[in-house]
């Protein structure tokens, strides 16, 4: 079976630009999760998607954003991009949330 | 929120050495995940294990969550085992909350 896929694999754009991200999940799992890991720390928690619904966020600005296609894909939108947003961006996928995440390869997004 | 933390931060080993990596935290949790990264940013799990005791050939872990800490043993390790492990917990808001990650280095 194949694992949670993410793409692009890296990006690179310049500050006040628009990203997004995209991530498939596992097949049969409905939750999505969104993590931001910069270097040399462990991952923050940026959203989790269930069923297409926004179940939780994590502490940051609005220029986050993301939602849950039908076939519980998920993209992450950055809007206005920092140079504080370079980044890995690490999808997860679980079968409901609250159980055990497999996390995809990631995307590597560095902001010039 | 949930103090998740890790130690040691470093860890350097001799190929075919033994190690403990402690992950305290600070309140109660639903689950625990250990995680191994690998040098291309992939986190790939190891355990998932809220408490008990469990094997995976040269890799074990304990969770105690009375005591709200956990446990990851490597044996006889190898240059393959090097990167850095996390821990992480989810406090029934279905977030992962990471540690700092210790940074292993087998030496052949």
């Known amino acids: 079976d194949a694992g949670v896929t993410q793409s692009p694999t890296h990006l690179i754009k310049t500050r006040g630009q628009h990203v997004t991200l995209r991530c498939s999940p596992i097949?049969?799992?409905?939750?999505v999760s969104w993590y931001q890991q910069v270097l040399g720390q462990g991952p923050q928690f940026i959203f989790q998607?269930?069923?297409?619904?926004?179940?939780g966020r994590g502490n940051f600005p609005d220029r986050f954003s993301a939602r849950q296609f039908p076939n519980y894909s998920s993209e992450l939108n950055v809007n206005a991009l920092l140079l504080g947003d370079s980044a890995l961006y690490l999808c997860?996928?679980?079968?409901?949330?609250?159980?055990?995440?497999?996390f995809g390869p990631g995307t590597r997004l560095t902001v010039l | 929120g949930i103090q998740v933390e890790q130690s040691p931060p470093d860890l350097i080993l001799q190929e075919g050495a033994n190690s403990t990596l402690r992950c305290n935290f600070s309140?109660?949790?639903?689950?625990l995940q250990w995680f191994h990264q690998n040098p291309w940013g992939q986190l790939i799990n190891l355990f998932y294990?809220?408490?008990g005791t469990k094997q995976n050939g040269r890799l074990s872990a304990t969770t105690v969550a009375t005591e709200r800490y956990s446990l990851l043993y490597i044996s006889s390790s190898q240059t393959t085992d090097s990167g850095v492990y996390f821990c992480?917990?989810?406090?029934?808001?279905?977030?992962?909350?990471f540690g700092a990650g210790t940074t292993v280095t087998v030496r052949a």
């Open positions: 997860a996928s679980s079968e409901a949330g609250g159980d055990e995440q497999f």
């Open positions: 097949s049969g799992h409905k939750s």
């Open positions: 998607y269930y069923e297409k619904e926004e179940r």
């Open positions: 309140d109660s949790v639903n689950n």
């Open positions: 294990i809220p408490s």
């Open positions: 992480a917990v989810e406090q029934y808001d279905y977030k992962l909350s």
